[in-house]
């Protein structure tokens, strides 16, 4: 006979009470844990989802001269003239500390031609990574095979031509695999070639005007990739585009903030349904109570009795917590995967967590029970028969 | 030498002018191995004196000496401990625990004790043994009956083998032949060494005991040893 068997037989013969309680703190602690589990693993989404709002990293060739534009309107300065970067140097990024960060590397060749007795700006670019780096575009036709060109919304308007026209260029004819819709940047006014191509065009075999880089820090600040891509490359400017990464992150603070809120919120009700139901089941048990004192129980004995009985019922509501918050979390990312695959991976932390977070709100909660059945009067609550 | 001491004992309940005198001044003293009966009219205060000799009730004004020990002057926890080892109950409406065994029960007061659950075993078994509900050892309470429930009470009040037995009714809800059986258990005991303290409303369990007290109007009436007993 110990005080455990007392609270474990107790449980079985209130089987009722148990159940509510167990199903107080197992709504808790799955909501909690589903919540967390869901915001996880959706922000690792969003993170790689937002990295295909392009890039937020460039590079361009180290300058002494001042640009001399402001708000898109250019008054000199024409900075791609300028000196260029090497490509095989665009190699060391592979290697700096983050690089796995690294979502996509978008080399930008950079010059001017004459077309149709217009001054174009064309760009050399890598067509591969252009869905990452510029995943805004829409193109009405298709993208360009190596000596075919993309002509941008206005630039195609100025020339007056269409997808499947030609264009000459230095002597070449290109054939136009496709306009850009428009998007409100610079991107309108170019025309787009394959990098090569352009490197050919204009004698910048080997060279790059500028690079583009989408990099999205979950667990490191930008500020130091910047740093460790300044060191790969040390003439080179490298700029990271501050309030892009600043937005992304502060979107998933917000998103996590207010999942965190909701899991506090229904924690404390939980909570409540276990400190209720104590309550009444303490009250329920006073003649016990009054026998246990009258044979000699200290009041520590009594709270240890419903601590047992609390922290038995709370381990196995953490346990069936976190089972039913993955159970949730999977279930939720299924219905927005859109038949893509959904994986919940299991954490030790986070089931030790629910495990320890459910004790400690049961015993929170009965704590205040616990009090009360312990100084209760021996000889009231025999009387109370 | 006086064993339990009880000296100018009052209790009141409530105050100012509606406050209820239960018990006034009453005195006496019990040698150790004596059976005591205390009878009284309903609402005398009989009960209200078994809590205050049970270290269960606290009275407003008096002192209760136990072997030396100032009861009212210790702590609630050393109370709960002075029960533990001095004090067997045995309660009119049997106060077992529904969802405990017949052992399980009679094991309640050893719970608390660092014991091993082998020697907890014997013991209770032997208390059974000593009450004749050996056989019934792993029923519930809701299985034996009224008698069975009796003894099986007065099995828990006397496993930890306590100097000092208290009675409330014991006999209240039993029948003739029962209450009968039961006697005859506490006058085992007492023949044992045991100290038996009963409150009863019935003259004939009364006889049972050497010496009687009368309570009227939380005041002791009486104090004496009945020529002959029942038994």
């Known amino acids: 006979m110990t005080l455990s068997l007392i609270s474990t037989r107790n449980l079985l013969r209130r089987k009722g009470k148990a159940a509510f309680i167990l199903a107080g703190l197992v709504i808790g602690v799955a909501t909690t844990v589903g919540i967390l589990t869901y915001v996880n693993a959706v922000s690792s989404d969003i993170l790689h989802k937002l990295e295909q709002f392009g890039a937020n990293i460039l590079i361009t060739p180290q300058t002494e001269s001042l640009a001399l534009g402001y708000g898109g309107l250019a008054l000199g300065g024409v900075s791609f003239e300028l000196e260029e970067i090497r490509q095989p140097d665009l190699a060391r990024l592979e290697h700096i500390p983050y690089a796995g960060n690294i979502a996509a590397v978008g080399p930008v060749v950079l010059g001017v031609a004459s077309v149709l007795d217009q001054r174009i700006l064309m760009a050399g670019i890598d067509f591969g990574v252009s869905h990452i780096l510029k995943p805004w575009w829409q193109v009405q036709g298709n993208m360009p095979a190596p000596g075919e060109v993309l002509l941008g919304a206005d630039a195609a308007r100025v020339l007056n031509l269409n997808t499947g026209d030609m264009l000459p260029v230095k002597g070449s004819l290109m054939h136009v695999s496709g306009v850009l819709a428009s998007t409100g940047s610079q991107d309108d006014a170019l025309a787009f070639v394959h990098l090569e191509d352009a490197q050919a065009l204009f004698n910048k075999q080997g060279l790059v005007s500028m690079v583009e880089i989408a990099a999205l820090c979950k667990d490191c600040p930008i500020v130091e990739m910047v740093g460790y891509i300044k060191e790969a490359l040390p003439d080179a400017n490298v700029m990271a585009i501050a309030q892009v990464v600043k937005t992304r992150m502060e979107m998933l603070g917000h998103f996590k903030r207010f999942a965190y809120w909701i899991s506090a919120v229904i924690l404390f009700i939980g909570g409540l349904v276990v400190l209720v139901t104590m309550m009444g089941s303490v009250r329920e048990r006073t003649s016990e109570i009054g026998i246990f004192r009258a044979v000699g129980f200290r009041r520590r004995h009594i709270m240890k009795i419903v601590f047992l009985e609390s922290g038995i019922l709370s381990l196995l509501a953490g346990l069936a917590g976190y089972g039913l918050g993955l159970a949730f979390a999977f279930t939720a990312l299924v219905a927005e995967a859109d038949g893509r695959p959904a994986q919940i991976p299991f954490s030790w932390e986070m089931a030790a967590g629910a495990v320890f977070l459910a004790i400690a709100l049961g015993l929170a909660a009965s704590a205040y029970p616990a009090f009360l059945a312990a100084r209760m009067d021996p000889n009231e609550a025999l009387r109370a028969l | ?231």
């Open chain 2, 1 to 231: 030498m006086s064993y339990i001491v009880a000296n100018n004992l009052n209790k009141s309940f409530g105050f100012g002018q509606t406050a209820v005198k239960a018990v006034s001044n009453i005195s006496f003293e019990i040698a150790s191995g004596e059976f005591v009966s205390i009878m009284g009219e309903s609402g005398s205060g009989k009960s209200t004196l078994l809590g205050i000799l049970g270290a269960m009730n606290a009275p407003t004004s008096g002192r209760l000496v136990v072997d030396g020990i100032d009861i009212y002057s210790l702590n609630t926890e050393q109370q709960a401990d002075f029960r533990r080892e001095y004090l067997g109950f045995v309660f009119q409406g049997f106060h077992l625990v529904p969802y405990l065994t017949v052992l399980e029960n009679v094991m309640l007061p050893l719970a608390v004790k660092p014991l091993g659950k082998k020697q907890k075993q014997q013991m209770a078994f032997h208390a059974l043994s000593q009450v004749g509900l050996a056989e019934k050892a792993s029923r519930l309470p809701g299985e034996i009956s009224g008698g069975e429930k009796e003894r099986t009470a007065m099995a828990r009040a006397i496993v930890n083998e306590p100097p000092i037995l208290l009675a409330d009714e014991p006999s209240g809800n039993l029948d003739s032949k029962n209450s009968a059986e039961l006697m005859a258990l506490f006058e085992k005991f007492n023949a044992l060494g045991m100290t038996i303290i009963m409150v009863t409303h019935s003259l004939e369990c009364a006889g049972y005991a050497k010496r009687r007290l009368i309570i009227s109007d939380g005041r002791l009436k009486s104090d004496y040893f009945p020529a002959s007993n029942a038994a």
